[in-house]
Every structure is written in C-alpha cells, then in structure tokens.
C-alpha cells in the first residue's frame, strides 16, 4: 500500500516501522499509567520493552527460518538484513513468553498477574504492527473474487504479490481481531478480573481462532505448510495455543477458586 510513508532529509520513514514505533509507544504508556498498580517503575517497564524487542526478533527469525531452512541458510545476509519483514508472530510470541517468564521468576514477580497488562501492551505493538505489515505489503490475502471486498497494492516496493490486482486485507482482519480484544481486555480490567492471567489467556484464545481462519485467505505461500497442504505453519500453532490456553485459562481460574 505505501511500504515509504516519506523522506526527512534522506532519511526513509517506513510504513512498517512507524507502526511498530506508535505501537511500543502505546505500550509504554499503558504499563506507565498503571504502574503503581502494577509495582513498576520506569526501569522496569523499560527491561520488559527491552525483553519483549529482544524475544520478537529471535523468535520470529527463528521460527521464519524453520518455514525454509535450506532456502533461508542459502541467503543469510538478506535473512538478517531484512527487518521489515522475514518474521513469524507466534514464533515472536513463545520466544518472548519464554524470556519474561524465566526474568519474572528470577525478581519474584507474580507471572501470570503481570502478563494480563503486559499482554495488552503486547496487543498495542501487535495490532499497530499488523496496520504496519498491510503498508508494507507483506502477510498479504489471496486475490479477491470480488473487487469490492479486496484492496489493489500498487507500489513496486510493496511485498503484496501480484500488484495491480485486488487482495484479500487479510492484515486488516488480523489487527481489527487485535484491537477488538484490546477494548474486551480493557473492559474486562476495568470490571475486575477473575484471576491473574485471565486476560492474557483471553487475548490468545481469540486471537487464535480468529488467526485460524484468516489463514485460509492469506496469499504468501512461503510460509511454509504441515500435513500435505492441509494447515499452515501459523494455523497449526493456532491449534496448539488455543488448545493450550483453554488449559491454561482453566486451570488458573480453578487454583483461584480453590482458594476461596
């Protein structure tokens, strides 16, 4: 759509990346203004930030090299190069839970409590970010049947492939399916919340149906499929952390009541 949002003195401000910013932005102040509640301070809310930036880029490097090993190993330099594109969510996702979790447990920080905000920080990049990757093109929908229902990408720096043709805004989807568990999140909050991590288990689930399903528009073969064709890689984990979070959802709801 415009991969090139503009020019400051030679400098290149990308769509992508302006995205991410605001959303980090978002974040930040959402663990700031909670802060007290919370028990945290600027530091650390800034280690969290630094932990979340650190485990998004390993993990989803990590996770898009395993969608094409041979093909990736054989281009590393671009590989590494590319930080506008080349990532895979979920595997930013489980590469960032794994990281705060081992550095919470290390200060002695209730994991689950913290994560419902943390998780709606996370939300704020995710949701930005996905409004950044429809600029950039890329995790773009199939080409639309109808015309009306789909959106022409143009711009020959953009990764949506074909151009000229109308695409499915499978990126829309994904970040309206983000900033609606957001506002429920929220919501929620502001009621009360059950028990710690209800509202981090909440956003998975959602989002892991709803990334289900918007998988079977996404048009970018690349990333790679399991059983013969059957799911993708994303729509696979989609399973897994649906299942799991349901596990998750109830057994934390469960060990809350038995202390009732």
């Not at 978002?26 to 485990?55: K, P, Q, W």
């Not at 990764?159 to 609606?180: C, R």
């Not at 897994?240 to 469960?254: E, P």
Request: charge should be neutral.
């Amino acid at each position: 759509m415009k991969p090139e949002l503009f020019h400051i003195a030679g400098l290149t401000i990308y769509g992508y990346g302006f995205c991410i910013l605001v959303g980090v932005i978002a974040a930040f102040f959402h663990l700031y203004l909670n802060r007290e509640r919370l028990g945290m301070d600027v530091d650390s809310i800034s280690t969290v930030i630094l932990i979340c930036f650190v485990g998004v880029f390993l993990g989803g490097k990590v996770f898009y090299f395993l969608e094409d090993p041979a093909g990736h190993w054989s281009r590393m330099d671009q590989f590494f190069g590319d930080l506008g594109n080349g990532f895979v969510f979920y595997g930013s996702f489980l590469v960032t839970l794994l990281m705060l979790w081992v550095w919470m447990r290390k200060i002695g920080w209730d994991f689950w409590d913290k994560m419902d905000d943390i998780g709606i920080a996370g939300a704020f990049v995710h949701g930005f970010g996905k409004l950044g990757c429809f600029l950039a093109g890329c995790c773009h929908g199939v080409v639309c049947g109808n015309p009306n229902y789909g959106v022409v990408f143009n711009d020959v720096k953009s990764h949506a492939e074909p151009l000229g043709e109308a695409l499915y805004p499978v990126q829309l989807w994904d970040s309206g399916i983000v900033f609606f568990s957001i506002a429920m999140m929220l919501w929620m909050q502001r009621r009360g919340k059950a028990f710690g991590g209800q509202l981090f288990f909440f956003y998975a689930l959602i989002y892991g149906v709803g990334r289900f399903f918007t998988e079977s528009y996404r048009g970018d073969i690349s990333r790679g499929f399991v059983f013969n064709g059957l799911l993708s890689h994303s729509q696979f984990i989609a399973i897994l952390v649906v299942v799991f979070s349901g596990i998750g959802y109830w057994f934390l709801r469960r060990r809350q009541l038995l202390k009732v």
